[in-house]
């Protein structure tokens, strides 16, 4: 009987030591956080989308305590959270311009080349002869980018077998769409000021204009018109594709209206 009690005492005493070295550890090592971590957790969207570059809001808000990151890296939080951020932090707000994801394929009157067979995924697709479509440098269409957003942004109707669409109202350009697409056709720009839309070249295809327009009604063909009549000397030709410079885009839409198969747009 007595080894018993001996053996309890031993035991609740050195548990009693135990306890209170771990006691006297969590204070002496305790690990000073700031207060402002949760805070700025509080002002990001929540959505751990990745676009400002880290493992979710929680390592963005971390960031921008220890790594003095960007303010204005939380796209889907927009100019209202950056400013938020700012405040908490006490720097100055840093401009957001707001951007949208854009297609850069029009494809309509798309032709089919083959019937495909296999998992319904671009990039699987992408793999078996860059999918049923002839143009390989348009959207294959089993919306990938579609899966990925957490915003229900991306439309995809494989009915009408329409490239993928951007609602722009929803979009916030998180950047998940432009990673997942396999043909790289999503781009992010900025939105334009003052309400105007922007003219938007939807084609992705290199090819000289017969064997374009062949696989696609739609395709840019390179004829240059819209170089040689644009007021503002905006638009150029690469590797046989009209390209834009927004900068010195005015966004009189003059090249939507003269364009041969419409493959410029206006967003």
């Known amino acids: 009987m007595n080894t018993i009690i001996t053996a309890v005492l031993c035991v609740t005493c050195i548990g009693l030591v135990l306890s209170v070295i771990l006691c006297a550890a969590s204070k002496l090592m305790a690990v000073k956080t700031d207060e402002r971590a949760a ?9 751990n989308c990745g676009a400002c570059g880290y493992a979710g809001c929680a390592g963005y808000a971390k960031a921008l305590l220890e790594a003095g990151a960007k303010t204005n890296l939380c796209t889907p939080g927009g100019a209202e959270t950056a400013e938020r951020i700012s405040e908490l932090l006490g720097v100055e707000a840093e401009i957001l311009a707001p951007k949208f994801a854009v297609v850069r ?22 793999l078996l002869h ?41 979009c916030t350009a998180c950047g998940l769409c432009v990673t997942a697409c396999p043909n790289n056709l999503i781009t992010l720009e900025d939105c334009s000021e003052g309400g105007l839309k922007k003219s938007t070249v ?49 966004s009189c839409s003059h090249c939507a209206e003269i364009c041969v198969t419409g493959c410029i747009a206006l967003l």
């Open 130 to 170: 860059g999918g049923e479509f002839a143009c390989a440098f348009g959207c294959i269409g089993y919306g990938d980018c579609k899966s990925v957003c957490p915003f229900g942004a991306v439309c995809v109707d494989t009915k009408d077998n329409s490239p993928a669409k951007i609602n722009a109202a929803r």
């Open 105 to 126: 394929c029009g494809g309509s009157g798309r032709t089919v080349k083959m019937e495909y067979k296999g998992p319904l995924t671009c990039a699987a697709a992408k």
């Open 39 to 47: 805070e700025l957790e509080e002002c990001l969207p929540g959505s």
């Open 202 to 250: 939807l084609c992705s295809n290199i090819e000289k204009g017969a064997a374009a327009r062949k696989k696609c009604q739609s395709a840019c063909i390179g004829c240059g018109k819209c170089v040689r009549e644009c007021p503002s000397g905006a638009l150029r030709l690469e590797d046989n594709l009209a390209v834009l410079d927004y900068e010195k885009c005015t």
